[in-house]
């Protein structure tokens, strides 16, 4: 039976048509187990992911295999990114008893959702000392039957294991000065001099890091946190990672030194970086870091924005390499030969710059595009050109699949950087961008008591709940969004969504911060996590959200919601601060304030009312609120009793509680504010 058609998952979807007897995760599938006394198979994927199609290939779509699995299983398939609590719940449970983790997820549960049996990806036949997946099921099956106690008794010592791993949220106090300079010095020993980022290989984008270096660097001057913030992005940006013919960024890298990407891109590293390379203009004037944020933002806008208007969640890593073959990077690799078919006499001045080899940096004697450090000079001129050329040879090759559904978070996370990069640049096509998700969100996601969903896709919306990181990183959307185009209803939707976040995920009693709503579908346990993964944490997202619109409104509860939150930071921040980056943002904003402009002008389109309130937007001041209008509008309180000053449009800066003289000049606010 075909269970997985009419989703809205493109993930599900793409399995709808496997010989297993695929269920969506819900009760009527423990149901289904229970009655006829058999495990549950968990298989959890998403639609970018490399080796879950590989698995797929292999397992699902084979018959044998599958008539084994519907005789002696009940096969559950999750989207993550639908699912996100349940993925990351069984996650750690994977994590505790392997010691890793990854995807595809392969968990057995009891009918009673309790897991006793993990592994990722399985091969067909026994290989590098891994079981083949027949084997795991034989294997599985045969417990069940003869060891049944035995099982039982494994999977309720993993659920009590988990019961005891919640969050001690014992101090309240958010860092100060001291944990924020240990988490700079455990970042400086942890950072790579020679290749920038953090660690070894594999090596992921560390956005939220560089985030806090920038807003140290802005609050204390600190030369180090910014040097570290800048080579970074200059290597990642030179690296083959970074997409140089179409812009945008890969999900990763698989060596240390950016070379080699893991070629999925997602959603929500472009829109995360997006963000810092403007953020490293504002602070620099780099026109690296303005290219960058450009080409990215046209990156997400050009590929990944649906007909709806809103954004895709990912491309995919494979695609058809011109015989048939889906393999993984086909689209954006290039051979010598093959710059030669295009480029002609020009083949050579391509290879040279963009770092192709005859023996390739990837596989097959292909290369994937870098500007290596060493370039040399080229004719800007003839490089566009070349550029141009191999990008629209590239556009005849098969490309990537999209998994076109829509993320909220992921959304909230693209408005906001679409909304700043506009702004910055003078580009309002990237702010109506912005504005579109956003109405998208409105329309769709949000329902009349301002609960959100998580997915949508052709405009009809997913079935599932959102969690803690919807709702944050849309209020943070909607909150830049409310600052750049001064339009109050986004700091209204903003404030719904945030009393959902006090009302329905914060515990009372410590402030802790749960990912699930306390009314949300019962897992085996509640999740729960503080660090940052991919994406800034829900729990560190929505303190800064919560801090932002305290200082936007005024409001006690909601300021007070972010310190109690940040408590936690203060704990981790010192000990792991390349996992917890944006809750040292956010503690960066609460030390300086965070700082609170109103500009104020006779109209939103006279002149210097725009100079000043893009100045205004440009500054560095961490976590820095804008408002804009009219001394007599009602759209945000900040602009309450603020006049004009000589009839002319004036500035006001505001911080903890004390408020600067109110200026014309933009250069008096640009040094209130720090920026260019």
Same mark, same amino acid.
């Given at each position: 039976?075909?269970?997985l058609?009419?989703?809205?998952s493109p993930?599900?979807?793409?399995?709808a *048509?496997?010989?297993v007897d695929?269920w969506?995760?819900?009760?009527?599938a423990? &149901?289904?187990?229970?009655?006829?006394?058999v495990?549950v198979l968990l298989?959890v994927?998403?639609s970018?992911?490399?080796w879950?199609h590989?698995?797929?290939?292999?397992?699902f779509?084979d018959?044998?295999?599958a008539?084994y699995l519907?005789?002696h299983?009940?096969?559950?398939?999750?989207?993550? /990114?639908?699912r996100?609590d349940? %993925?990351a719940v069984?996650?750690?449970a994977?994590?505790?008893?392997?010691g890793q !983790?990854?995807?595809?997820m392969?968990v057995?549960?009891?009918? =009673?959702?309790e897991?006793f049996?993990?592994?990722?990806y399985?091969p067909?036949?026994p290989?590098?000392?891994?079981p083949?997946?027949?084997?795991?099921?034989?294997g599985v099956?045969?417990?069940?039957?003869t060891r049944?106690?035995e099982?039982g008794?494994v999977?309720g010592?993993?659920?009590?294991?988990l019961?005891q791993r /919640?969050i001690a949220?014992?101090?309240?106090r958010?860092?100060g000065?001291?944990e924020l300079a240990?988490?700079?010095?455990?970042l400086t020993?942890?950072?790579?001099?020679?290749?920038?980022g953090f660690?070894?290989?594999p090596?992921?984008?560390?956005?939220m890091?560089? /985030?806090f270096?920038?807003?140290?660097h802005?609050r204390t001057?600190?030369e180090?946190?910014?040097?570290m913030?800048?080579?970074?992005?200059?290597?990642m940006?030179?690296g +083959?990672?970074y =997409?140089?013919?179409g812009g945008?960024?890969?999900r990763?890298?698989?060596?240390?030194?950016w070379?080699?990407?893991?070629?999925?891109?997602?959603?929500?590293?472009?829109?995360l970086?997006c963000?810092?390379?403007?953020h490293?203009?504002?602070?620099? +004037?780099?026109g690296?870091a303005?290219?960058?944020?450009?080409?990215?933002a046209?990156?997400?806008?050009r $590929?990944l924005? @649906? *007909?709806d !208007?809103?954004?895709?969640?990912?491309?995919?890593?494979?695609s058809?390499d011109?015989s048939?073959?889906?393999v993984?990077g086909?689209y954006y690799?290039? @051979?010598? &030969?093959q710059l030669r078919?295009?480029?002609?006499?020009?083949?050579e001045?391509?290879a040279q710059f963009?770092?192709?080899?005859?023996e +390739?940096t990837?596989?097959?004697?292909?290369s994937?595009?870098?500007?290596p450090q060493d370039?040399g000079?080229f004719?800007?001129?003839?490089?566009?050109s070349?550029?141009?050329?191999l990008?629209?040879a590239?556009a005849?090759?098969?490309?990537?699949?999209?998994?076109d559904?829509?993320?909220a978070?992921?959304?909230g996370l693209a408005i906001a950087a679409l909304?700043e990069?506009?702004a910055?640049f003078?580009?309002p096509d990237l702010v109506e961008?912005?504005?579109g998700?956003a109405d998208l969100?409105v329309?769709?996601h949000l329902d $009349?008591? +301002?609960r959100? #969903?998580?997915?949508s896709k052709?405009?009809r919306?997913g079935p599932?709940?959102?969690?803690?990181e919807d709702y944050?990183?849309?209020a $943070?959307g909607f909150?830049?969004?409310a600052?750049v185009t001064?339009?109050?209803?986004w700091?209204?939707?903003a404030g719904?969504?945030?009393g959902?976040?006090?009302?329905?995920?914060?515990?009372?009693?410590s402030?802790?911060?749960?990912d @699930? #709503?306390?009314?949300?579908e019962r897992?085996i346990?509640?999740?729960? %996590?503080?660090?940052?993964n991919a994406?800034p944490s829900?729990?560190?997202?929505?303190a800064?959200?919560?801090?932002?619109y305290?200082a936007?409104t005024?409001?006690?509860?909601?300021r @007070?919601?972010?310190?109690?939150a940040?408590?936690?930071v !203060?704990a981790?921040?010192?000990?792991?601060?390349?996992f917890i980056?944006w809750?040292?943002?956010?503690?960066?904003?609460?030390? *300086?304030g965070p700082?609170e402009?109103?500009?104020v002008?006779?109209?939103?389109?006279?002149e210097?009312?725009?100079t000043l309130?893009?100045t205004?937007l440009?500054?560095?001041?961490?976590?820095?609120v804008?408002?804009?209008g009219t001394p007599?509008? %009602?759209?945000?309180?900040?602009?309450?009793?603020?006049?004009l000053?000589?009839?002319?449009a004036?500035a006001y800066?505001?911080?903890?509680?004390?408020c600067?003289?109110?200026t014309?000049?933009?250069d008096?606010?640009?040094?209130?504010l720090?920026g260019?």
């Amino acid at each position: 039976m075909n269970r997985l058609a009419g989703v809205t998952s493109p993930y599900l979807l793409q399995h709808a *048509d496997n010989p297993v007897d695929w269920w969506p995760w819900g009760p009527e599938a423990f &149901e289904e187990a229970k009655r006829r006394d058999v495990p549950v198979l968990l298989s959890v994927g998403y639609s970018a992911c490399h080796w879950c199609h590989v698995m797929a290939h292999e397992s699902f779509e084979d018959q044998e295999t599958a008539d084994y699995l519907n005789e002696h299983f009940v096969s559950v398939k999750v989207d993550r /990114e639908e699912r996100p609590d349940v %993925d990351a719940v069984y996650m750690e449970a994977v994590q505790a008893a392997t010691g890793q !983790g990854g995807w595809p997820m392969t968990v057995f549960l009891t009918p =009673d959702a309790e897991p006793f049996y993990f592994g990722t990806y399985f091969p067909p036949e026994p290989r590098h000392g891994m079981p083949s997946f027949r084997q795991v099921l034989e294997g599985v099956q045969q417990a069940w039957s003869t060891r049944r106690e035995e099982v039982g008794e494994v999977a309720g010592k993993i659920v009590r294991d988990l019961a005891q791993r /919640e969050i001690a949220h014992e101090g309240t106090r958010p860092p100060g000065e001291q944990e924020l300079a240990q988490a700079l010095l455990g970042l400086t020993r942890e950072y790579d001099p020679q290749r920038g980022g953090f660690g070894g290989a594999p090596k992921f984008p560390p956005s939220m890091v560089l /985030e806090f270096l920038l807003r140290h660097h802005a609050r204390t001057g600190a030369e180090g946190a910014l040097q570290m913030a800048q080579d970074t992005c200059e290597r990642m940006a030179r690296g +083959g990672i970074y =997409d140089q013919l179409g812009g945008g960024f890969a999900r990763y890298s698989v060596d240390r030194d950016w070379t080699v990407p893991h070629f999925e891109k997602m959603l929500y590293d472009n829109a995360l970086l997006c963000r810092v390379y403007a953020h490293l203009w504002r602070v620099t +004037g780099s026109g690296l870091a303005r290219r960058v944020a450009l080409e990215t933002a046209d990156f997400l806008v050009r $590929e990944l924005r @649906t *007909d709806d !208007g809103g954004f895709a969640s990912a491309l995919d890593a494979d695609s058809d390499d011109g015989s048939g073959r889906h393999v993984e990077g086909a689209y954006y690799v290039w @051979t010598p &030969e093959q710059l030669r078919d295009v480029l002609g006499d020009d083949a050579e001045v391509a290879a040279q710059f963009f770092g192709v080899t005859e023996e +390739g940096t990837f596989e097959e004697g292909q290369s994937v595009l870098r500007l290596p450090q060493d370039e040399g000079v080229f004719d800007a001129e003839k490089i566009a050109s070349v550029k141009g050329r191999l990008l629209a040879a590239r556009a005849l090759r098969t490309a990537p699949g999209r998994d076109d559904k829509v993320v909220a978070a992921w959304n909230g996370l693209a408005i906001a950087a679409l909304a700043e990069t506009g702004a910055y640049f003078d580009r309002p096509d990237l702010v109506e961008a912005a504005l579109g998700a956003a109405d998208l969100l409105v329309r769709v996601h949000l329902d $009349e008591h +301002g609960r959100l #969903a998580r997915t949508s896709k052709d405009g009809r919306v997913g079935p599932n709940s959102g969690v803690l990181e919807d709702y944050a990183d849309v209020a $943070e959307g909607f909150l830049a969004l409310a600052s750049v185009t001064g339009e109050g209803v986004w700091l209204d939707f903003a404030g719904l969504l945030l009393g959902q976040v006090l009302d329905r995920f914060t515990d009372p009693g410590s402030g802790a911060l749960y990912d @699930t #709503a306390a009314d949300a579908e019962r897992l085996i346990r509640r999740p729960q %996590d503080p660090t940052d993964n991919a994406t800034p944490s829900g729990w560190s997202a929505a303190a800064g959200a919560l801090l932002s619109y305290a200082a936007h409104t005024g409001s006690e509860a909601h300021r @007070t919601a972010a310190e109690r939150a940040l408590g936690i930071v !203060g704990a981790l921040g010192p000990r792991v601060p390349r996992f917890i980056g944006w809750g040292l943002a956010v503690a960066e904003a609460l030390l *300086d304030g965070p700082r609170e402009v109103a500009v104020v002008g006779p109209s939103l389109t006279d002149e210097a009312t725009a100079t000043l309130h893009r100045t205004a937007l440009q500054g560095t001041a961490p976590g820095a609120v804008v408002a804009v209008g009219t001394p007599d509008g %009602d759209e945000f309180p900040l602009l309450a009793d603020r006049p004009l000053v000589s009839g002319a449009a004036a500035a006001y800066v505001c911080r903890n509680f004390t408020c600067d003289a109110p200026t014309t000049d933009p250069d008096r606010l640009r040094s209130a504010l720090g920026g260019r």
